[in-house]
């Protein structure tokens, strides 16, 4: 017996494969009459829904899969959030795979496994893997789009946001009110966007003619800790600066708690400025001035990239960069403010 794919089924019934695939997935947009008529087409040829046997027969997995950092965040949530609207609409299952890239070889497991067939390709969020693992990949898995990591654009898809000019519009708006010692807490600097936005901050410094203050650099990570403990040291300076600027949301709002510590007033005393605008950055107190990244954009974007390597399609490159932009909300003031 011949093993039909969904392409012979939408072939037989005289739709697309995107309805047939709906139609499969028990989706409820499709009409009654072409529903019945795509599973008419299944019983005369004896289709049987089993992905194995759609591999076997050479025919997509029409799936996709992600994988995201383990840590939750607005971050996590709004990427894939994104992904998966392209995919609904083109009819691909999302498998979502949350892991940290490190020495455990979990995530690489799951993205062998993935590579056997049970996905047409995978978008890659999380930013920690190396350029010489994420090549290896692209030579031996399924096609790969990556999400914030452009350091091996010339050679695999990528999607990213504009880390450098936001970091540098964020210092420059600093600048204009009055801050000259500003503190960065940086993210990770062996990630992409770790050492874009810490480049962003030296450019706005090298803009205006001024001498960057290494000792107000705290090398950190874009997690809550390390915004807690920047913050500290940062503010255990001899002369600590009037505003901090954190890589990261997260890392914001656990600068919040240690500046409350500190008894220290946001932004009357101390002016604090994020980056990424996750959900909760509006719902602060006060809501967090921050730089805004398009993640559902960027997850959208990634997807839309992937789809078409997985069907062929041309592209207009192999990078594509989104904009950032300034959120000015309750969290800075001028650096005279202080009373």
């Given at each position: 017996m011949k093993n039909h794919t969904i392409r012979d089924v939408a072939r037989e019934a005289g739709v697309s494969v995107s309805t047939a695939s709906r139609v499969l997935n028990n989706r409820p947009d499709v009409a009654k009459e072409t529903r019945e008529r795509v599973q008419a087409a299944m019983e005369r040829?004896?289709?049987?829904?089993?992905?194995?046997?759609?591999?076997?027969?050479?025919?997509?997995?029409?799936a996709v899969g992600l994988l995201l950092p383990g840590y939750g965040s607005g971050y996590t949530m709004e990427t894939m959030r994104g992904v998966a609207q392209v995919l609904r609409e083109a009819s691909y299952d999302l498998i979502a795979y949350f892991a940290e890239w490190d020495r455990s070889g979990q995530e690489r497991a799951a993205v062998a496994s993935l590579g056997r067939g049970a996905v047409d390709g995978l978008v890659i969020a999380i930013p920690h893997s190396s350029d010489e693992e994420l090549l290896e990949l692209a030579r031996h898995g399924p096609p790969l789009v990556l999400v914030d990591h452009h350091s091996v654009a010339d050679q695999v898809p990528a999607v990213a946001c504009t880390n450098t000019a936001g970091a540098l519009e964020g210092t420059r708006y600093l600048f204009s009110l009055g801050h000259r010692r500003i503190g960065l807490i940086t993210g990770e600097l062996h990630i992409p966007a770790g050492a874009d936005r810490l480049a962003g901050y030296r450019?706005?410094?090298?803009?205006?003619?001024?001498?960057?203050?290494?000792?107000?650099?705290?090398?950190?990570?874009?997690?809550?800790?390390?915004?807690?403990?920047?913050?500290?040291?940062?503010?255990?300076l001899p002369k600590p600066p009037t505003a901090i600027f954190a890589s990261s949301d997260a890392a914001a709002f656990s600068a919040m708690d240690a500046l409350h510590v500190?008894?220290?007033?946001?932004?009357?005393?101390?002016?604090?400025?994020?980056?990424?605008?996750?959900?909760?950055?509006?719902?602060?107190?006060?809501?967090?001035?921050?730089?805004?990244?398009?993640?559902?954009?960027?997850?959208?974007?990634?997807?839309?990239?992937?789809?078409?390597?997985?069907?062929?399609?041309?592209?207009?490159?192999?990078?594509?960069?989104?904009?950032?932009?300034?959120?000015?909300?309750?969290?800075?003031a001028r650096a005279d403010l202080a009373t």
């Open positions: 040829l004896v289709y049987v829904a089993n992905p194995s046997a759609r591999r076997l027969a050479g025919a997509k997995a029409h450019q706005a410094y090298h803009d205006a003619g001024l001498q960057v203050d290494e000792e107000l650099i705290y090398r950190g990570s874009f997690r809550r800790a390390a915004g807690y403990e920047g913050t500290l040291a940062l503010m255990a500190l008894n220290l007033r946001i932004p009357q005393d101390v002016s604090l400025l994020g980056f990424d605008d996750i959900p909760a950055a509006a719902e602060s107190h006060p809501p967090l001035t921050t730089i805004h990244q398009p993640f559902l954009k960027i997850g959208r974007a990634a997807a839309e990239m992937l789809l078409r390597v997985i069907e062929g399609k041309p592209m207009d490159g192999l990078y594509q960069e989104l904009p950032t932009r300034l959120m000015v909300r309750g969290t800075c």
